[in-house]
């Protein structure tokens, strides 16, 4: 499956984003999707994850309260919406997709995006 992340750009502190991902290739809705995101001289780490149906999320505490993910299986998308921004939220975020459940492991993930730069300036 092919994923291709938009809707990154610079924001200032405090300020939100929508972030998509457009799937294209095998079935969209058999799959977990998430995003991750890296920092420059970082690993990449989980940030929000949706099951196949939608009915079950997970969020990094860095991200509860922020952000919400959601998806919509007739459109093949996925999407996070990011409020109340901060510096450090500052990363490549990455959009995957995993045939397994829904998982916070970057390893157990399938096929990834390109990534979407989002650079939250103070």
């Known amino acids: 499956m092919q994923l291709e992340e938009s809707g990154g750009g610079l924001v200032q502190d405090g300020g939100s984003l929508t972030l998509s991902c457009a799937a294209t290739?095998?079935?969209?809705?058999?799959?977990?999707m998430a995003w991750f995101r890296q920092a420059p001289g970082k690993e990449r780490v989980f940030v929000a994850g949706?099951?196949?149906?939608?009915?079950?999320?997970l969020y990094a505490d860095s991200a509860k309260g922020r952000f919400t993910i959601s998806r919509d299986n007739a459109k093949n998308t996925v999407t996070l919406q990011m409020t109340n921004l901060k510096p450090e939220d500052t990363a490549v975020y990455f959009c995957?997709?995993?045939?397994?459940?829904?998982?916070?492991?970057?390893?157990?993930?399938?096929?990834w995006g390109q990534g979407t730069q989002v650079t939250v300036s103070s």
């Open positions: 290739g095998r079935a969209f809705s058999r799959y977990a």
């Open positions: 949706i099951n196949w149906s939608g009915g079950r999320t």
């Open positions: 995957a997709a995993a045939i397994l459940d829904l998982t916070v492991n970057d390893y157990e993930y399938d096929d």
